[in-house]
Nanobody
Framework: QVQLVESGGGLVQTGGSLRLSCAVS????????MAWFRQAPGKEREFVAV??????????AYLDSVKGRFTIYRDNAKNTVYLQMNSLKPEDTAVYYC??????????????????????WGQGTQITVSS
């Protein structure tokens, strides 16, 4: 059974940085499309970033509001995916979830921004950005 465990959340001031980690067990992270979603209070869970399951420099995609500030990357040796978050803003406050998809659909053709594309989820980690 694949399990995803997030860590790295916490409280940070506006303009600060955090790095989230998603450790994968029971499976090989490099074989999954891996993504981060977030859910703020009273809002729907939304896509943040995704990285494909192939390539030395794997393709990635981002929510427009985090482009240039967030970077998703993986360390296959550690079976872990990361989300580096810089220049954080109060509107980034949310519970952040790691997700994995075992779909064989090519990244360029897949609905990678949809929750339904992912079949494994972590428990979430809270990020609070103070103004």
């Amino acid at each position: 059974q694949v399990q995803l465990v997030e860590s790295g959340g916490g409280l940070v001031q506006t303009g600060g940085s955090l790095r989230l980690s998603c450790a994968v067990s029971g499976g090989t992270a490099s074989t999954y499309h891996m993504a981060w979603f977030r859910q703020a209070p009273g809002k729907e869970r939304e896509f943040v970033a995704v990285i494909a399951n192939y390539g030395d420099v794997a393709p990635s995609a981002y929510l427009d509001s985090v482009k240039g500030r967030f970077t998703i990357y993986r360390d296959n040796a550690k079976n872990t995916v990361y989300l580096q978050m810089n220049s954080l803003k109060p509107e980034d406050t949310a519970v952040y979830y790691c997700a994995a998809s075992s779909s064989s659909v090519h990244f360029g053709l897949a609905n990678v921004r949809l929750r339904s594309f992912y079949n494994y989820w972590g428990q979430g980690t809270q990020i609070t950005v103070s103004s």
